[in-house]
């Protein structure tokens, strides 16, 4: 029954029945992806020759522009090429990959876009976490542009639009598991032992690692 539910889901394709949300969540990977793959694409290869501050080239004034909020962006920044190098390789094709599996149902569409949605927050995280923790050296917050359009618009979108996308198959795969789990056999007791171990490891490991790492602080400083 789970088999011919999401066979009859795929085998349909195109726009014209998909809802108002399903339709701007196909328009919003088009964007995303094509951002991550032309706009930082441009970012990456020019940090990797160039930089954007000595480039002539449209995507070089862009960057410029940027970097006047954020100076990392026109120069060679370890950690931004590293965030933008995941995000062109991976996230920018991956995007693409989930507009084509909404356009054509097809069921993987959900796995893909948590996944990308988590690398998105995550990137957002990344890029402007260490900074902070420095005390925002690279960042201009004396103009409001600079403050609410560059540094806190431009990088929002990435971080709240992905979370509701990431809420969205959160609760798709969740219903999915559901379903498939009442069509199935229990789990056997050695699975579930299995399970009970592996979720023990993890939890004891959570509940060690800080007071571990606090020791070690604490002894390098003696």
């Given at each position: 029954q789970m088999g011919s539910k999401m066979a009859s889901g795929s085998g349909s394709r195109g726009m014209h029945d998909m809802g108002f949300f399903t339709r701007l969540s196909f328009v919003w990977f088009i964007i995303d992806g094509l951002t991550h793959?032309?706009?930082e694409g441009s970012y990456l290869y020019m940090a990797l020759t160039v930089t954007p501050n000595k480039s002539d080239s449209i995507f070089g004034v862009i960057w410029r522009e940027y970097a006047k909020a954020d100076a990392?962006?026109?120069?060679?920044?370890?950690?931004i090429i590293s965030m933008e190098f995941m995000t062109v390789v991976i996230e920018g094709p991956m995007c693409?990959?989930?507009a084509y599996a909404i356009y054509n149902r097809l069921p993987w569409r959900h796995a893909a876009q948590l996944i990308v949605c988590f690398g998105e927050i995550y990137g957002g995280v990344m890029t402007f976490g260490p900074e902070w923790v420095m005390g925002s050296p690279a960042l201009d917050t004396s103009n409001w542009v600079y403050t609410y359009i560059y540094l806190f618009w431009f990088n929002f979108v990435w971080v709240i639009v992905p979370a509701i996308l990431l809420v969205e198959s959160w609760l798709q795969l969740t219903r999915?598991?559901?379903i498939a789990k009442s069509e199935v056999k229990q789990p056997t007791a050695i699975s579930q032992l299995?399970?009970?171990v592996l979720v023990g490891s993890l939890v004891l490991y959570m509940i060690l690692l800080v007071p571990i790492l606090a020791w070690k602080v604490t002894a390098d400083e003696q």
């Amino acid at each position: 029954q789970m088999g011919s539910k999401m066979a009859s889901g795929s085998g349909s394709r195109g726009m014209h029945d998909m809802g108002f949300f399903t339709r701007l969540s196909f328009v919003w990977f088009i964007i995303d992806g094509l951002t991550h793959l032309i706009i930082e694409g441009s970012y990456l290869y020019m940090a990797l020759t160039v930089t954007p501050n000595k480039s002539d080239s449209i995507f070089g004034v862009i960057w410029r522009e940027y970097a006047k909020a954020d100076a990392r962006w026109g120069i060679r920044d370890g950690t931004i090429i590293s965030m933008e190098f995941m995000t062109v390789v991976i996230e920018g094709p991956m995007c693409i990959m989930i507009a084509y599996a909404i356009y054509n149902r097809l069921p993987w569409r959900h796995a893909a876009q948590l996944i990308v949605c988590f690398g998105e927050i995550y990137g957002g995280v990344m890029t402007f976490g260490p900074e902070w923790v420095m005390g925002s050296p690279a960042l201009d917050t004396s103009n409001w542009v600079y403050t609410y359009i560059y540094l806190f618009w431009f990088n929002f979108v990435w971080v709240i639009v992905p979370a509701i996308l990431l809420v969205e198959s959160w609760l798709q795969l969740t219903r999915a598991c559901a379903i498939a789990k009442s069509e199935v056999k229990q789990p056997t007791a050695i699975s579930q032992l299995w399970v009970n171990v592996l979720v023990g490891s993890l939890v004891l490991y959570m509940i060690l690692l800080v007071p571990i790492l606090a020791w070690k602080v604490t002894a390098d400083e003696q």
